[in-house]
């Protein structure tokens, strides 16, 4: 019964690294999506794929960029990591374009 | 500039009290509003509201939506401990190309 899966949990990077979050659903939903959550900011959309073979810029995608490999997987990538980037990241799947979301656990991400 | 604001920020009740949250928005061409509760993880599902004056409930949370006066509530009645949580409102709008905007949450604390 996994849901959303997002791997790694944790990660600590340097800046200039780059790095991919990874997020699969097994519920068979369209759309895709991903999130940043920073304190005192809320959760902010990233990028979305409302279906497989589409993505789109969400409100913060100045720094990533993303790759809907299939209808079950959508990964993140920072090209180049820097501190401002730092903060928890949220995949989630819907079943139709911005229905009820359900969300992995998250990435917390820090870049020093 | 699509604003969602919830209020309060932060509560503080006792096991028994009931709890009304607020979400007020100011989107282009609205479409939805979400209710999700996030505890120490991901956030969670609880309601989506479409039509004015139609009140959603499961269990002791109930929610309704004024499209006049462009807001919703979170009602949570004889809350428990485990209630304790973070209560998100996310709002669907935008022309031909949706946009979701999350407000900042409500700190919710349900002491013993």
């Known amino acids: 019964n996994a849901g959303v899966t997002q791997t790694p949990k944790f990660q600590v990077l340097k800046t200039g690294q780059s790095m991919t979050l990874q997020c699969a659903q097994d519920?068979?939903?369209?759309?895709m999506y991903w999130y940043r959550q920073d304190p005192g900011m809320g959760l902010r959309l990233i990028y979305y794929?409302?279906?497989?073979?589409?993505?789109d810029k969400g409100e913060v995608p100045n720094g990533y960029n993303v790759s809907r490999l299939n209808k079950r997987e959508f990964s993140l990538r920072l090209e180049s990591a820097a501190p401002s980037q730092t903060s928890v990241y949220f995949c989630?799947?819907?079943?139709?374009?911005?229905?009820?979301?359900?969300f992995g656990d998250g990435t917390r991400l820090s870049i020093l | 500039e699509d604003k969602v604001v919830q209020s309060p920020l932060s509560l503080v009740v006792h096991e028994g009290d009931t709890v009304t949250l607020n979400c007020s928005y100011e989107?282009?061409?609205?479409?939805?509003l979400l209710w999700y509760k996030q505890e120490k993880k991901a956030p969670t599902f609880l309601f989506m509201l479409?039509?004015?004056?139609i009140e959603k409930k499961s269990g002791r949370l109930s929610s309704i939506l004024d499209k006049k006066e462009l807001f919703s509530i979170l009602n949570i009645t004889a809350t428990q401990t485990g209630d304790s949580a973070v209560y998100l409102c996310?709002?669907?709008?935008?022309?031909?190309?949706?946009?979701?905007?999350f407000g900042k949450g409500t700190l919710l604390t349900v002491n013993p």
């Open positions: 519920m068979n939903h369209n759309s």
């Open positions: 989107v282009t061409n609205f479409r939805s």
């Open positions: 479409t039509s004015s004056g």
């Open positions: 996310a709002v669907v709008g935008g022309g031909s190309n949706y946009k979701l905007t």
């Open positions: 794929s409302a279906s497989e073979g589409t993505t």
């Open positions: 989630a799947s819907s079943g139709e374009a911005w229905g009820p979301q359900h």
